[in-house]
Every structure is written in structure tokens, then in C-alpha cells.
Nanobody
Framework: QVQLVESGGGLVQPGGSLRLSCTAS????????MRWYRQAPGKERELVAH????????TYADSVKGRFTISRDNAKNTVYLQMNSLKPEDTAVYFC????????WGQGTQVTVSS
């Protein structure tokens, strides 16, 4: 069956960095576009970053542009989210998402930005 497993979350001080990873199994990873979403307590899930399956084109939410970078390694079936200059408002559970017709979610990884 298909699995998306996120890792790399944790507690970090404001201004710090984290790199999230999401490794997929049970699907042909290179066919899927990949996204990172996040959900803070009491808020709706929001799209953070997208990377295409074809040319690696990326798009970002305005709130993370210039600070976050999404990338993928098709040989490792893995998508990454490099997060720099973290702010307290980046605190959320981060989910990866894969879609190619059908779609799949990971279980999420907690990111907490606090001093």
C-alpha cells in the first residue's frame, strides 16, 4: 500500500532552520506532484509549497517565500522542505501530499518555533 512518511520536525528557536523529509513507498514517485501543507491549532490546513512532477517547477505561499525551499529526489522517492528564518507563526503540523489522479497524505510532523 502507499505510504508517505514525514520526518525532521521538532522544536527550534525563532530564526533557526529545519529540514523536513517525506519518503514515499508503494507508488511511482516521479509521476506525482508533491506538496507540503501545514495546519496550526484552530486553523485550516494551508498549502505551503508545491513541486511539479515534470520540470521541478515550484510555487510557495506568500508567507514562506524566500525562507522555505521545496525540492525532490526521485531516486530516493523523497521530497524535502528546507525551512530557514523560522518564525513562531510557522508552528504547525506539516503534512506532505502526493497527487497523480489519486492522492495521498502523510501522517504529519510537528514543527514548533519558540524561544
Amino acid at each position: 500500500q502507499v505510504q508517505l512518511v514525514e520526518s525532521g520536525g521538532g522544536l527550534v528557536q525563532p530564526g533557526g532552520s529545519l529540514r523536513l523529509s517525506c519518503t514515499a513507498s508503494g507508488l511511482t514517485f516521479s509521476r506525482y506532484f508533491m506538496r507540503w501543507y501545514r495546519q496550526a491549532p484552530g486553523k485550516e490546513r494551508e498549502l505551503v509549497a508545491h513541486i511539479s512532477e515534470t520540470d521541478g517547477r515550484t510555487t510557495y505561499a506568500d508567507s514562506v517565500k524566500g525562507r522555505f525551499t521545496i525540492s525532490r529526489d526521485n531516486a530516493k522517492n523523497t521530497v524535502y522542505l528546507q525551512m530557514n528564518s523560522l518564525k513562531p507563526e510557522d508552528t504547525a503540523v506539516y503534512f506532505c501530499y502526493a497527487r497523480w489522479g489519486d492522492y495521498y497524505w502523510g501522517q504529519g510532523t510537528q514543527v514548533t518555533v519558540s524561544s
